[in-house]
C-alpha cells in the first residue's frame, strides 16, 4: 500500500459505526457467553471450529447485509461457496471472520477477535476488528482513517531502528532460511506470537507491536487489520512483492510496521535473508 497523509475525517462515518456496532452486538450475543464453554471440531484444514464462529458468522451476515446487500465471504463457508461469493460481489462484498483465534477461544485465552470488511474491486474500503476481552473496537474506512473506540487512532513510536523493536512473527508458514536465521540471529529486540492475525495488524498500526511478519494470511485475516494499518500510515508489503495490494486475493504473506522507515528497515533485512 502506498504512503498516504494524514486521514482527513475526525469522525466515523455513519456505516463505520453501524458496521461496528453489529460486530460489537454478535459478539456480546453469540460469542462471549459461549466462552469456554463450547465444544468443537477440526475442519479439513486442522484448524478449529466451534458452535460459536457459524452463529457469530450467520448474525454477521445478517445484520451486515441490513446495512449493504452485497454478497458475504466466510470463513466457515465452503471453499465453493467463497468463490461465488467474490465472482458474484461486482459491488462488493463483506468479509467475515466470526472469531479469529478460535484457538485461544477454546482454551480461555483472552486474544481473539471479530473481523468483518468491505472489499471492492480487491481492495479493503472499510473494516472493524473487535476484540471483546479488552473490549477494543479498531474500525476504519478508506481515505478516512482508523478510529479505536471511536476516537482517532495515533500510532504511537516506540522504537526508531530494529534493534530495539519489538516484533510479532508467525514462523508458521515462513521458509526454513529465513526461520533459521531469525531463530540464530533475530534482529529486533524481542519476539511476540498470541494467535490473532487480525489483532496483530491492529496492535501493530497502534504502535504495540514495532514490526510484524506473517508467512501467509487468508483474506479474512488481513482484510480488516491491513486497512486499519494503512489508514494509520503504516506500510505493508508481502515477501513476494513491494505492494501488499499486490499479493494473491486468497492467501497474502505480510511484511509490516507502523513507522515507514523502520519498515523499509524490516523489509530489507528479510529481502536480503530469504
Known amino acids: 500500500m502506498e504512503k498516504r497523509g494524514p486521514p482527513r475525517a475526525k469522525t466515523m462515518s455513519a456505516m ?7 460486530v460489537k452486538l454478535v459478539a456480546a450475543e453469540e460469542i462471549m457467553p459461549r466462552y469456554m464453554k463450547v465444544a468443537h471440531q477440526h475442519k479439513s484444514d486442522g484448524s478449529l471450529c466451534t458452535e460459536a464462529d457459524t452463529a457469530a458468522q450467520e448474525a454477521l451476515t445478517r445484520k451486515l447485509q441490513n446495512i449493504l446487500n452485497v454478497p458475504v465471504i466466510g470463513e466457515e463457508m465452503a471453499e465453493a461457496e467463497q ?35 468491505l472489499v471492492r474491486d480487491g481492495r479493503s474500503v472499510l473494516g472493524v476488528v473487535h476484540d471483546p476481552v479488552a473490549d477494543e473496537t479498531f474500525a476504519a474506512e478508506l481515505e478516512r482513517g482508523s478510529f479505536l473506540n471511536g476516537e482517532k487512532l495515533v500510532s504511537r513510536t516506540v522504537a526508531t531502528s530494529l534493534s530495539g523493536a519489538l516484533a510479532n512473527v508467525d514462523m508458521k508458514r515462513l521458509g526454513s532460511k529465513l526461520v533459521a536465521e531469525l531463530a540464530a540471529a533475530p534482529p529486533y529486540s524481542s519476539q511476540r506470537n498470541f494467535g490473532a492475525s487480525t489483532l496483530d495488524w491492529c496492535y501493530t498500526a497502534a504502535g504495540r507491536y514495532d514490526l510484524y511478519l ?47 522507515a523502520l519498515f523499509e528497515e524490516w523489509k530489507n533485512w528479510i529481502r536480503a535473508h530469504l
Open 16 to 22: 463505520l459505526k453501524a458496521a461496528s456496532a453489529a
Open 83 to 117: 468463490a461465488k461469493s467474490w465472482a458474484d460481489g461486482k459491488d462488493g462484498v463483506w468479509c467475515i471472520d466470526p472469531i479469529d483465534g478460535t484457538s485461544n477461544f477454546v482454551r480461555g485465552l483472552g486474544y481473539f477477535a471479530v473481523s468483518v470488511a
Open 214 to 260: 506473517h508467512g501467509g494470511q487468508k483474506l479474512w485475516d488481513y482484510a480488516a487489520g491491513s486497512l486499519v494499518l494503512h489508514e494509520t500510515g503504516g506500510r505493508a508489503c508481502c515477501l513476494e512483492c513491494d505492494e501488499f495490494d499486490q499479493g494473491g486475493v486468497w492467501q497474502r504473506s505480510v511484511i509490516a510496521a507502523p513507522n515507514p
